[in-house]
C-alpha cells in the first residue's frame, strides 16, 4: 500500500546527509561512476607523460606565458563579476596553443591553474564540477595536441603560414571542441536520462561561440609560435571580447532564475503580458498553468537544501522538456512555477498539465540510500474563460490549484473541474480524466 506522502523521505536524526557534506555522492551512480572514470583517466595521462616526457625551459617558459594571460582574463572576469549562470568564457584561446605548441602534458596541465583561479577568484561551485572541467578539458586539448604533433612534424611550419599546417590546426581545434563537448553532454545526459540529446549538446548560440573560440585559438597560437612576447599585443582584443561576452550573458542572467535556467518571474511577466495581448489581438486561445511541487517543504527538512535545489532543477528541466519552443515557462517564486500555452484551449491545456503531472511523477534523485520522487499540482485558467488579462488569469489558476492541494494533490483542477491521477499499478481503479484517452 502507498504512503500518503509523495516525499521519499528518512528521518535525518539531527546529522548532516553526506551528500551534503560530499554533492557527489549525491548523485546518481552512474554519473559519479563516469565522472570519476574521466578524471581518473585525465591524471593517468599526466602521470604518463610527466614521466616519458622531456622538459624544457623553453616550453615551461611558454606555458607560463599562456596560463599568465589566461589568469589576466579570468581577473577581468572577476572585477565585472559572474553570477550562477552564466558559463561561457573565451579560456580556449590560451588552452588551445598549449595544446597545439607544446607537448601534451601541458594541454593536460593548463586547465588545472585556470580552473583553480575561476574557484577562488570568480565564483565558487562544487568542486567536483571544477575538476571534471578541468579533466574533459585536459583530455581534450591532449588529443588535439597528439594529433597535430603526429600530423605535423616540423612546428615551425605553423609560423611560417604554411596552408597545410594551419589547417590541420583548425581540425585539431575543432577535434579539441568535439570532445569538450561530447565529454560534458555525457555528463548532462548521464546526469538527467530523460533529457534529449539535443538539449545538452550544441545550439546556435554555443556553436558560434565555439567558432569565435576556435578562431581565437588559432591565431593565437600562430601569434605565440612566432614569438611569446607577442601576447601582449593579442592579449587586449581577447580580454575586450571576453568582457562583452559576459556582458551579454550576464544581461540574460538578469532575466533567468539562477537555480532552474527558467525565466525568473519578472521577466516571465513581461513575455505573458506580451503574449497575452497579441492573443487578445489575434482572438487565439491561450491556457495559464501553475504548478507548484507537492510537500517540498518536507524534501528540504528531511535532506537539506542541496537537494531540495536538486529537486526544483530537476522539476524545472522535466517541465521545460514537455513544452514548446514557443511556451513561456519561469519560477514564480519557491516551489511554484508558471507556463503559459498560447494557442492552447482546454483539452490541449488539460493534456499538456496532464503530461507534467506524470513526467514529474516519474522522476526520482537519489540521496543517501533513498531516491527521492515528488509529485506536482497543478492549475489551469484559460483567457476568455476565467479571466482577460495576467492578474485575472493568475488569480484563477491559483484558486484552481489551491483546491487541487484541498483534495489531495498530485492533481490538475480547472476551476470546479478535477483530473485525478492515472491508475497507478496495485491500485483501486480510479475514474478516468477528460484529459486521458
Known amino acids: 500500500m502507498a504512503a500518503p506522502s509523495h516525499t521519499s523521505v528518512k528521518p535525518r536524526d539531527g546529522m548532516t546527509p553526506l551528500a551534503d557534506r560530499w554533492p557527489l555522492l549525491g548523485q546518481r551512480r552512474p554519473l559519479v561512476g563516469y565522472l570519476c572514470g574521466i578524471v581518473a583517466l585525465d591524471l593517468a595521462a599526466i602521470v604518463f607523460f610527466l614521466a616519458s616526457g622531456v622538459f624544457r625551459w623553453s616550453d615551461a617558459l611558454t606555458f607560463t606565458a599562456l596560463m599568465a594571460c589566461g589568469a589576466v582574463c579570468i581577473e577581468a572576469t572577476r572585477r565585472l563579476g559572474m553570477p550562477a549562470g552564466v558559463h561561457r568564457d573565451l579560456l580556449s584561446a590560451w588552452w588551445l596553443p598549449a595544446a597545439l605548441l607544446l607537448p601534451p602534458l601541458y594541454a593536460l596541465l593548463a586547465p588545472i591553474p585556470l580552473q583553480f583561479l575561476l574557484q577562488r577568484r570568480v565564483r565558487a561551485t562544487v568542486v567536483y564540477r571544477r575538476v571534471f572541467s578541468s579533466a574533459a578539458i585536459g583530455l581534450a586539448g591532449c588529443a588535439a595536441s597528439l594529433l597535430f604533433h603526429a600530423a605535423v612534424g616540423d612546428l615551425n611550419a605553423l609560423t611560417r603560414g604554411d596552408g597545410g599546417p594551419i589547417l590541420v590546426a583548425v581540425g585539431c581545434a575543432v577535434l579539441f571542441t568535439v570532445i569538450n563537448t561530447a565529454l560534458i553532454a555525457i555528463a548532462a545526459h548521464t546526469a538527467d536520462p530523460d533529457s534529449r540529446w539535443r538539449e545538452v549538446l550544441w545550439n546556435r548560440e554555443n556553436l558560434l561561440l565555439d567558432v569565435v573560440e576556435l578562431c581565437l585559438g588559432v591565431i593565437i597560437s600562430i601569434t605565440c609560435g612566432l614569438n611569446p612576447a607577442l601576447l601582449v599585443l593579442a592579449l587586449p582584443p581577447v580580454v575586450l571580447l571576453q568582457r562583452s561576452l559576459l556582458h551579454a550573458q550576464l544581461q540574460a542572467a538578469a532575466r533567468t532564475d539562477l537555480k532552474t535556467g527558467l525565466l525568473n518571474a519578472a521577466a516571465w511577466q513581461r513575455e505573458a503580458d506580451t503574449e497575452i495581448v497579441r492573443a487578445r489581438r489575434t482572438g487565439e486561445t491561450l491556457a495559464l498553468l501553475i504548478v ?31 513544452l514548446r519552443d514557443y511556451d513561456v515557462v519561469g519560477r514564480f517564486g519557491g516551489e511554484e512555477f508558471v507556463v503559459l500555452l498560447p494557442r492552447a484551449d482546454v483539452t490541449e491545456a488539460r493534456r499538456v498539465a496532464e503530461r507534467l503531472r506524470s513526467r514529474v511523477g516519474r522522476m526520482a534523485l537519489p540521496a543517501d540510500d533513498n531516491m527521492i520522487t515528488v509529485t506536482i499540482s497543478v492549475g489551469v485558467a484559460i483567457m476568455s474563460v476565467h479571466g482577460d488579462d495576467l492578474i485575472e488569469l493568475l488569480a484563477a489558476a491559483d484558486l484552481a490549484l489551491y483546491r487541487a492541494k484541498e483534495l489531495g494533490r498530485d492533481q490538475i483542477c480547472l476551476s470546479a473541474t478535477i483530473v485525478p491521477p492515472a491508475r497507478r499499478p496495485g491500485s483501486e481503479a480510479a475514474p478516468r480524466s477528460a484529459s486521458q484517452p
Open 292 to 322: 507548484d511541487i507537492d510537500h517540498f517543504k518536507r524534501v528540504n527538512d528531511t535532506y537539506g537544501h542541496l537537494i531540495g535545489d536538486q529537486v526544483l532543477i530537476g522539476v524545472a528541466d522535466t517541465i521545460r522538456s514537455q
